[in-house]
């Protein structure tokens, strides 16, 4: 979903696009009907996704292919106004720092002695940056693009949807029970004369919404 909307948003800013069909409503008909049309797209396809095991200098990353022909666009974009940008952009992503160390040269002409098409990840995604930057689009460093890919997932409920369909309820909902009788036990055998006063019966876990004797759920020594 996050890559489809990130696909979609640059696709639209940088004015590139694939064959796609849609369902349109024809007012004449009254149905529904199939028409072609052109999707702004950079033909992104998801590959996977890495988590660190600490979040402290990095969060979670996407991987995605993207096709050589639509990367020899990004490139002839680029460099069409002499690679201005790219070069400004490559400077600011990798030029080190304190707290920072780049394993990537900051000068523009080290990289264009590589074939473009031998460029790696973190070469192709400053390309990338670089023509959304040079096309005017969503500002990169500084969140705009990320909270317009974020709207763009959020929008028509569908981040939702897509939450709601990804969590096994019955499952969660059979070790929600087991956990509270664990610790309505742990009560029941610590303090009885609490647990008898929230109801706190043997077999059962107390539902706090139905006993007049319960106190706020935050309040409350169970999870909810």
């Given amino acids: 979903m996050y890559v489809d909307a990130f696909d979609y948003e640059a696709g639209d800013i940088l004015g590139l696009t694939r064959p796609d069909k849609r369902q349109r409503y024809n007012a004449t008909s009254g149905k529904m009907e199939s028409e072609k049309y052109n999707r702004p797209s950079l033909r992104l396809a998801f590959e996977e996704m890495t988590s660190p095991r600490e979040y402290n200098f990095e969060t979670d990353r996407l991987f995605c292919e993207i096709p050589l022909a639509v990367v020899r666009q990004l490139f002839a974009m680029s460099k069409a106004e002499g690679h201005a940008t790219l070069a400004n952009v490559i400077r600011r992503r990798f030029t080190s720092r304190s707290g920072f ?124």
């Fill in 101 to 224: 160390i780049s394993f990537y040269d900051n000068d523009l002409a080290a990289w264009l002695e590589k074939p473009v098409r031998d460029w790696d990840h973190n070469e192709l995604g400053t390309l990338l940056f670089a023509c959304l930057e040079l096309k005017g689009g969503a500002d990169w460093e500084n969140g705009e693009l990320d909270m317009t890919i974020y709207y763009r997932v959020a929008e028509d409920g569908g981040i939702t949807m897509a939450w709601e369909s990804a969590v096994d309820w019955p499952a969660f909902e059979k070790a929600r029970d087991e956990m509270r009788e664990e610790k309505a036990a742990e009560l029941r055998e610590s303090d009885p004369e609490r647990a008898q006063e929230l109801g706190l019966t043997e077999g059962g876990a107390m539902d706090w919404r139905n006993s007049p004797a319960a106190p706020h759920p935050a309040q409350m020594p169970l999870p909810l």
